[in-house]
């Protein structure tokens, strides 16, 4: 018996997905809560393994338990058990060959800028704050240049494990709604900090600290080293992750105008 669940968390406050002995992780915080249901240890597969301060709307995971739940029980009954940054959104059992992480087709991030003088008191962990004014026009015309299947090393972190640095980037937009910035990644899978660091790159664009030709240069570049800084993780989020249709997972709906 295989489960698949959507998951979303406030990543503010976790050491990232991965259980360590650092800190406190999404992932170790989850399964204790299913451990509770299932009356036996549980270990959970995730479709992307968000770092230290990234928040998820649409995060999948499945496990295997050897006990009989029903959807109530892996929903509900596990969020008794979570912390209110933490929750079970969906459960459905699925075919066992569902695979959570190599099974998806695409996933989608999206991060979010408050581009204003002064930082938001109420969204404090939940949008990075840029207080000089950004250009999203210029940053939405450097993304273009990514698009496609490319090699992404100028774009990964020091520490990715990743066998190849090659991506497919389905699409990339950026939109600006008053003093919101959005910018809006899908690709097949994506590098560690691969996202921050288009982020910083656009950010950097968007200030006019760097020409719209720039973008091109860092991805040709093939060095992370000419990539700029790496933008914080507050404004993170993976929003979606998609999977053939004929797993019939639940779609993601999208929170608010502001997400």
């Known amino acids: 018996m295989r489960i698949a669940l959507g998951v979303e968390y406030r990543g503010t406050h976790y050491h990232g997905w991965e259980t360590q002995k650092t800190g ?70 699925v075919d066992d060959s569902f695979h959570a992480r190599f099974g998806a087709v695409s996933r989608s991030y999206r991060y979010i800028i408050y581009n204003r003088r002064s ?3 109420v969204l404090t962990g939940l ?34 494990q990743a066998h190849s640095p090659v991506r497919t980037l389905i699409d990339f937009s950026v939109t600006r709604s008053g003093d919101f910035i959005y910018l809006d990644v ?40 000419r990539g700029g800084v790496t933008a914080p993780p507050d404004g993170l989020y993976l929003m979606e992750v998609e999977y053939p249709e004929e797993f019939g997972l639940p779609k993601v709906s999208r929170p608010g105008a502001l997400w």
């Open 24 to 93: 406190p992780t999404v992932q170790a915080a989850l399964e204790t809560a299913l451990a509770k249901i299932a009356t036996q240890p549980i270990r959970t597969i995730c479709a992307g393994r968000t770092d230290s301060g990234v928040h998820a709307w649409g995060q999948v995971v499945h496990f295997d338990p050897q006990v009989d739940r029903p959807d109530r029980a892996w929903v509900l009954g596990v969020n008794t058990h979570l912390p209110s940054d933490i929750k079970v959104a969906w459960s459905q059992r």
């Open 127 to 160: 949008v990075t704050s840029v207080h000089r004014a950004l250009d999203a026009e210029r940053m939405a015309k450097a993304a273009t240049a990514w698009i496609g299947r490319r090699d992404f090393s100028a774009f990964r972190a020091a520490a990715c």
């Open 186 to 225: 899908t690709a097949n899978a994506f590098l560690q900090h691969m996202v921050r660091n288009f982020a910083g790159v656009l950010i950097a664009i968007g200030l006019g600290d760097k020409p719209i030709e720039w973008a091109r240069e860092v991805l040709d570049g093939r060095s992370r080293e």
């Open 119 to 121: 930082s938001p008191a």
